[in-house]
T-cell receptor
Framework: SQQGEEDPQALSIQEGENATMNCSYKTSINNLQWYRQNSGRGLVHLILIRSNEREKHSGRLRVTLDTSKKSSSLLITASRAADTASYFCATAYNQGGKLIFGQGTELSVKP | GAGVSQSPSNKVTEKGKDVELRCDPISGHTALYWYRQSLGQGLEFLIYFQGNSAPDKSGLPSDRFSAERTGGSVSTLTIQRTQQEDSAVYLC???????????FGPGTRLLVL
């Protein structure tokens, strides 16, 4: 299967702490995207990092990509209760093509 | 502007019936995708339309599943002779290929009794 793997499967932290989620994949990619999902419905796009990029920032989010290890990480700094959600990485193997999703990390941020 | 919309939000049907799920992509987006999310299988790709090219149907689980996209805009996913294992949330996404980011709709929750 080309599907990526994420760890941890679940993460529980206190407000103000940082949360780190990891994603690994199996074959060469065009880009890797991170999504957030609340309550099992629509996914919200967070950030896209291309295969020739190593790090990207967006607000409190920091994403790294290591193509030699076929892995990515998502760091959420100074977490808030509103960050509680499931987080998915998804890999694209060609431009504009389908996404292959990981199993997700369920993040719980306690106030 | 308006995002991706899907209808219905929820659908309950009896085993053996046909269902149609609708997706309205973001205006101007040339690419449209269908995914399925279920407890056992996670998020799975189903089918992808790009402009006038032949769709990528490689993710459709059986020949009971089909989809069309009319006029390069609205798409309908049809499931014939539904089975209980078809119960899932069906998600639609669209993208401007140049951007590659996929924007998802709220999904249709399908329950087959």
């Amino acid at each position: 299967s080309q599907q990526g793997e994420e760890d941890p499967q679940a993460l529980s932290i206190q407000e103000g702490e940082n949360a780190t989620m990891n994603c690994s994949y199996k074959t060469s990619i065009n880009n890797l995207q991170w999504y957030r999902q609340n309550s099992g419905r629509g996914l919200v796009h967070l950030i896209l990092i291309r295969s020739n990029e190593r790090e990207k920032h967006s607000g409190r989010l920091r994403v790294t990509l290591d193509t030699s290890k076929k892995s990515s990480s998502l760091l959420i700094t100074a977490s808030r209760a509103a960050d509680t959600a499931s987080y998915f990485c998804a890999t694209a193997y060609n431009q504009g093509g389908k996404l292959i999703f990981g199993q997700g990390t369920e993040l719980s941020v306690k106030p | 502007g308006a995002g991706v919309s899907q209808s219905p939000s929820n659908k309950v049907t009896e085993k053996g019936k046909d269902v149609e799920l609708r997706c309205d992509p973001i205006s101007g987006h040339t690419a449209l995708y269908w995914y399925r999310q279920s407890l056992g299988q996670g998020l799975e790709f189903l089918i992808y339309f790009q402009g006038n090219s032949a769709p990528d149907k490689s993710g459709l689980p059986s020949d009971r599943f089909s989809a069309e996209r009319t006029g390069g805009s609205v798409s309908t996913l049809t499931i014939q002779r539904t089975q209980q294992e078809d119960s899932a949330v069906y998600l639609c996404a669209s993208s401007s290929v140049i951007q590659e980011t996929q924007y998802f709709g709220p999904g249709t929750r399908l329950l087959v009794l």
